[in-house]
């Protein structure tokens, strides 16, 4: 079935009521955090991004553990380990995830629920970043982080990790993330960690010319292109614009990367996603800079398709990314 009806892109998606109501809460809560002084309402988002701890003991077949890089700048990530097949080596996912570069943690349940369910379906090992977020802190620091939690990993590998096996993952802003930091890593030397491919789940891209599916997919679950404004204008440098190359990878200011030692990837894309036209122009620019790219397009899915266990999108997707990590 496609995503579209009669020549017009269909804008309401067949999901749940309790998807619609969850997502719904997200959108009200999360564009009411948002001041006009460029600030957050932290403790208000506190009513709707509820943090679970790491787990002692295992949970659904998988360990977690919290260890701390940085203090000062809260540099940290959780570790997710599947207890079963002890003596097997595992591919290692580094995951960021999602929330407009403005919101969330690697703690919020809904990524410890989606990172757990990684660990313990693929299977392999994640380690979730808790990066820093705008507006307290620009543009490149979520790039930055990332890359020091590649370094860490390549001098103090995981228990049971094959640091040969190592994607680089994301979804949403983590998605963006997820490619800068590939790219920013591919011109640094490691000693024992291979990057054998990068995985963007619906990543953020942006750019000041609006797209035809940000235009016809207004009111789309999730996606809210003012709040996607305000967090651009939060986290790229004062002064910039959303074709800021850090936003807009192929723009008019972005730069050559065909030289670039830049792996395999797999982009995921939704067909109810305002975001879908930006996610299939960055396809298109990588596979233009020679770059290899497997495309996974779900025509009826709505962005963070894969939070919701329910929805048959996200079973196809786990089957997908499986056969990426095992296949290489």
């Known amino acids: 079935m496609s995503g579209t009806a009669g020549g017009e892109l269909r804008t309401s998606p067949k999901v749940p009521w309790k998807i619609r109501f969850l997502l719904a809460t997200f959108n009200a809560i999360s564009n009411a955090c948002l001041r006009r002084n460029g600030t957050i309402n932290r403790s208000l988002m506190k009513l709707i991004d509820f943090k679970v701890p790491p787990a002692d003991k295992p949970v659904n077949g998988v360990a977690t553990a919290d ?18 097949g002890e003596n097997e080596n595992l591919p290692i996912i580094i995951y960021f995830h999602g929330g407009g570069l403005v919101f969330l943690s690697p703690s919020s349940k809904s990524y410890d629920d989606l990172c757990r369910r990684l ?70 030397d ?5 990057i054998a491919g990068a995985v963007l789940i619906q990543p953020l891209f942006g750019g000041e010319e609006r797209t035809e599916s940000e235009i016809q997919l207004v009111g789309a679950p999730l996606v809210c292109l003012k709040r996607s404004d305000w967090s651009w204008k939060a986290f790229l440098p004062e002064g910039s614009d959303r074709d800021h190359p850090a936003a807009n990878v192929f723009g008019p200011k972005s730069s050559d990367i065909s030289g ?69």
């Open 67 to 84: 260890t701390t890089l940085d203090p000062s700048r809260n540099l940290w990530f959780r570790y997710f380990r599947p207890t079963s």
């Open 119 to 188: 660990a313990g379906e693929l299977p392999a090992v994640v380690v979730s970043v808790n990066y820093r977020l705008a507006p307290e802190y620009r543009f490149p620091s979520p790039y930055e982080d990332g890359v020091d939690i590649l370094k860490f990993i390549d001098e103090n590998p995981p228990e049971k990790a094959d640091l040969t096996r190592f994607y680089v993952a994301g979804d949403s802003a983590g998605g963006n993330i997820a490619h800068h930091v590939t790219a920013m890593a591919a011109e640094h």
């Open 190 to 194: 490691f000693r024992n960690l291979k």
């Open 260 to 328: 670039l030692k830049y792996p395999k990837s797999l982009v995921f894309i939704g067909g109810l996603d305002p975001l879908r036209d930006r996610q299939k122009r960055y396809c298109e620019g990588m596979k233009r800079n020679g770059k290899e790219v497997k495309v996974v397009d779900y025509p009826n899915a709505i962005h963070g398709f894969y939070a919701f266990p329910e929805l048959p999108e996200t079973t196809l997707f786990l089957k997908e990314l499986q056969e990426f990590i095992y296949s290489q």
